[in-house]
């Protein structure tokens, strides 16, 4: 295990202009590329696809900004030093979303609900959206893969998973596939996903044709997370699954002797449930979010990804649900926790 760190949250003021509240409990967002658009989905299979207007958001901003400099009505202190805001009281735009009607998103200019739909029966299990922007694929519980168009949320293409892996699931008619992960590749025309039984299924993105599976990489324990490794190749990914990390090709399954491919990790004694590279271009520092509320450090050049080599406590009794970059070339990402908070990390080098 690596050394433990000391605490390099940062204190932060900054307050939301716009909050969406949703009647049924939400699984997934996504925001498109390159336009102001919120995709997400719903624990009910629903799917709903807004456009903000960032222009007025802004305008908006401006015009509150003196009344909420005035605002001194905080939480206090954190374990991790960073402080806790109380919003109740705070002006910003809040937004019902409530995909069998009463969206009262349909009334304001700005935000518009572009569509909304029942995607799938029961939950809507994981969600993306393409490099361009122009489709947005779903997996439901149903296990019912569909790629439809962003704009019109028109499904263009739909397979039934268990039909496709027939021939991976055959011999055990036991086994129940739950897809856990789905991401779309940003270079090739690619969608990986993983289970809960720790299998990848790399599928085309354009037919939703199954290229190639990877199985048992986690030693049966679910994929939590998938992280494209694009700086050592375009078809080199990390999964996350229970207590180890994992690093693989997404064309290989096994080697020309009939060995696994698959490089994993030491045992973490704990669970690590998401994970994301500082910088994804250099592909340096990889964080991993924990489920004691630590955030763990990794160096792919300096053990292969053998182990973690420091730590950084970020919430106590909490975990670490999901972590992004903050891509402001700061060092710096931003972890959600179990706590309702956000904590943005500077993550300094070893």
């Given at each position: 295990?690596?050394?433990?760190?000391?605490?390099?949250?940062?204190?932060?003021?900054?307050?939301?202009?716009?909050?969406?509240?949703?009647?049924?409990?939400?699984?997934?967002?996504?925001?498109?590329?390159?336009?102001?658009?919120?995709?997400?989905?719903?624990?009910?299979?629903?799917?709903?696809?807004?456009?903000?207007?960032?222009?007025?958001?802004?305008?908006?901003?401006?015009?509150?900004?003196?009344?909420?400099?005035?605002?001194?009505?905080?939480?206090?202190?954190?374990?991790?030093?960073?402080?806790?805001?109380?919003?109740?009281?705070?002006?910003?735009?809040?937004?019902?979303?409530?995909?069998?009607?009463?969206?009262?998103?349909?009334?304001?200019?700005?935000?518009?609900?572009?569509?909304?739909?029942?995607?799938?029966?029961?939950?809507?299990?994981?969600?993306?959206?393409?490099?361009?922007?122009?489709?947005?694929?779903?997996?439901?519980?149903?296990?019912?893969?569909?790629?439809?168009?962003?704009?019109?949320?028109?499904?263009?293409?739909?397979?039934?998973?268990?039909?496709?892996?027939?021939?991976?699931?055959?011999?055990?008619?036991?086994?129940?596939?739950?897809?856990?992960?789905?991401?779309?590749?940003?270079?090739?025309?690619?969608?990986?996903?993983?289970?809960?039984?720790?299998?990848?299924?790399?599928?085309?993105s354009k037919d939703l044709s199954l290229q190639n599976t990877i199985h048992n990489i986690h030693n049966g324990d679910a994929i939590n997370d998938l992280i494209p490794f694009a700086k050592r190749s375009v078809y080199k990914y990390i999964s996350l699954g229970q207590t180890t990390l994992a690093y693989w090709d997404s064309r290989k399954s096994k080697d020309k002797d009939g060995e696994s491919k698959i490089t994993v990790s030491d045992d973490q004694e704990d669970e690590i449930l998401c994970g994301?590279?500082?910088?994804?271009?250099?592909?340096?520092?990889?964080?991993?979010?924990?489920?004691?509320?630590?955030?763990?450090?990794?160096?792919?050049?300096?053990?292969?990804?053998?182990?973690?080599?420091?730590?950084?406590?970020?919430?106590?009794?909490?975990?670490?649900?999901?972590?992004?970059?903050?891509?402001?070339?700061?060092?710096?990402?931003?972890?959600?926790?179990?706590?309702?908070?956000?904590?943005?990390?500077?993550?300094?080098?070893?």
């Amino acid at each position: 295990m690596g050394r433990k760190k000391n605490k390099t949250t940062n204190h932060s003021e900054v307050l939301p202009i716009l909050e969406l509240k949703y009647s049924d409990p939400l699984f997934d967002v996504k925001l498109h590329p390159s336009k102001p658009i919120i995709i997400s989905s719903l624990a009910t299979g629903y799917v709903t696809c807004h456009k903000y207007d960032p222009k007025q958001l802004t305008s908006f901003m401006q015009s509150v900004k003196r009344k909420r400099e005035k605002y001194t009505e905080f939480a206090g202190e954190t374990a991790t030093g960073a402080t806790s805001v109380n919003t109740n009281n705070v002006l910003c735009k809040v937004f019902t979303v409530d995909p069998r009607g009463n969206d009262s998103s349909n009334a304001t200019s700005f935000l518009t609900l572009m569509w909304k739909t029942r995607r799938h029966k029961g939950s809507v299990r994981s969600m993306c959206v393409d490099e361009n922007g122009d489709y947005v694929y779903t997996i439901g519980s149903d296990n019912i893969l569909k790629k439809a168009n962003t704009m019109d949320g028109k499904v263009v293409k739909k397979i039934n998973l268990l039909t496709l892996l027939s021939d991976d699931h055959s011999k055990d008619e036991s086994t129940v596939l739950k897809i856990t992960k789905l991401v779309k590749s940003a270079k090739q025309p690619l969608l990986i996903l993983g289970d809960e039984s720790g299998n990848v299924y790399v599928l085309s993105s354009k037919d939703l044709s199954l290229q190639n599976t990877i199985h048992n990489i986690h030693n049966g324990d679910a994929i939590n997370d998938l992280i494209p490794f694009a700086k050592r190749s375009v078809y080199k990914y990390i999964s996350l699954g229970q207590t180890t990390l994992a690093y693989w090709d997404s064309r290989k399954s096994k080697d020309k002797d009939g060995e696994s491919k698959i490089t994993v990790s030491d045992d973490q004694e704990d669970e690590i449930l998401c994970g994301t590279f500082v910088n994804p271009e250099n592909g340096e520092v990889l964080v991993c979010g924990m489920g004691e509320g630590i955030l763990t450090i990794w160096k792919p050049n300096k053990n292969q990804l053998q182990d973690q080599l420091s730590r950084i406590k970020i919430c106590k009794n909490q975990s670490i649900d999901s972590v992004v970059p903050t891509l402001q070339d700061d060092n710096c990402v931003w972890c959600g926790c179990s706590d309702g908070n956000v904590y943005k990390v500077n993550i300094k080098t070893i």
